[in-house]
């Protein structure tokens, strides 16, 4: 992390836009929540800072290997204990219970977590999970059975949105859906997002600039996670 860091002060003047420009190609991975909801709509403000990058968006629920380089920089759910590889902790964010409004007035919803088994759940594909972060379901409750899985975040969540059932969805998800009522009768947890690259693309100037910009624009809205 202490290295990352050394690396993102380095990049900084380059994102603003200050000296060479920078060319290749750089792909992220990254889960399709953070993906599709965060990302996509902002790299678009850096490929116009730098005209020569290309910049390849692999928003999928996968693992990536960096060491083969399947991707340059992978936003990941856990911190890597192997490899040679650079993490830097990106941001925490928080999951919680969610169902339409059209679900609440249809079903009506849960007052308590036992009452939780008498809905239809929305969740993953057991088998298809990526990481054990993601195997959360026991920890809004323990007899949590998923009647409707889905081995999409972004899925489950539009799932949720049709009035299919009741979900967990990231909250910075959840919130740009005004069709959608927390279901509050278990906290949200919380997780984390990590962005990781190898070493041996550390030099990589385009790469720099790319996790840099990713960065900082997490810093900037911070507040959408929590």
Known sequence: AERMEGDMIAARSTIS???????????????????????AKRLGELTALHRELTIQLVPVPRSFSLSRREADIAITVERPTEGRLVAGKLVDYSLGLFASCAYAEAHGLPKTAAELGQHTLIGYVPDLIVSPSLDYAGEFSADWRTSFAISSALGQAEAVRSG??????????ARSMPELVSVDVVAPIRRAYWLV????????????????FITKMVERERSLFV
């Open 17 to 39: 836009g200050e000296g060479d420009d920078v060319s290749g190609t750089v792909r992220i991975g990254a889960p399709d929540g953070f993906g599709v909801a965060f990302l």
């Open 164 to 173: 299919a059932g009741i979900g967990i969805l990231h909250t910075f998800v």
């Open 197 to 212: 690259y190898h070493e041996s693309v550390r030099p990589l100037r385009r790469v720099q600039i790319v996790a840099s």
